[in-house]
């Protein structure tokens, strides 16, 4: 027992976890988030548009994930960052808004119908993340979003290019800070997991929107 108590101090802590979710499970290791597909070529601009459009459904409605967590986390610190986070998260909002009305409507795409219900219910999955009872889930996964985003930014950032709209700096790239907020915030074992779960399950909604960005791309490609 005293064996496993020392090795769990000396493992990695929530806020490295954190990190490493996010670098391993995201955004960030999706090969399409990273395809050509979406930043050259003849359908590029359709691609951004698709991407464009599906991440206004996720992320584009006032309150979001980020926003949802600040209002139910009472810890001092974390709530300061949430505070922080929320207004940098409402400039990304307005920029990922401006960017999809410039490229146009979402491009056609056979089974769009079932698309739709895809991106709703993810939708809906994480908005039931960040309104969690659970001690750590709201704010874990209000961080996973702010991690993300940093690696959804290169997607994004592209499109300003093609669309002629100078790219704001994203205001929360400092991922050792955000670790050290989750590294503080979890104070035991079990607010560490809920945090941690949180953060997971927003990767894996991410996660399976590319899969779907990428399954939409090749049906208008065949």
């Known amino acids: 027992m005293a064996l496993a108590s020392v090795e769990k101090a000396s493992g990695p802590g929530a806020g490295q976890l954190l990190l490493a979710s996010a670098a391993g499970h995201g955004s960030a290791a ?3 988030a ?13 691609n951004l ?4 459009h599906f ?3 996720l992320h584009g409605r006032y309150p979001g994930v980020v926003d949802h967590a600040a209002g139910r986390v009472a810890d001092r610190k974390a709530g300061a960052w949430l ?7 409402a400039a990304e909002r307005t920029y990922l808004a401006r960017l ?3 490229a146009g409507p979402v491009p056609s795409t056979p089974g769009a119908a079932d698309s739709d219900s895809v991106v709703r219910s993810q939708r809906h999955a994480i908005e039931m993340l960040a309104l969690s009872e659970r001690n750590g ?4 996964s209000a961080m996973a979003v702010v991690l993300d985003w940093a690696a959804i930014r290169r997607p994004l950032d592209a499109a300003a290019v093609r669309l002629g709209v100078e790219a704001p700096a994203y205001a929360f790239a400092d991922q050792q800070a955000i670790a050290a907020v989750a590294d503080d915030f979890a104070a035991s074992a079990g607010i560490r997991r809920a945090l941690l779960f ?5 990767l894996v909604q991410h996660y399976g929107l590319w899969d779907l960005l990428e399954s939409r791309q090749q049906a208008r490609s065949a």
């Open 30 to 32: 999706h090969p399409y």
């Open 34 to 46: 990273k395809a050509c597909e979406l930043t050259s070529g003849p359908q590029a601009a359709r």
């Open 49 to 52: 548009a698709d991407l464009l």
């Open 55 to 57: 991440l206004c459904t």
């Open 83 to 89: 505070a922080l986070a929320a207004e940098a998260f």
């Open 100 to 102: 999809a009305v410039l």
């Open 137 to 140: 889930c709201a704010l874990g």
């Open 198 to 202: 949180g953060a997971e399950q927003i």
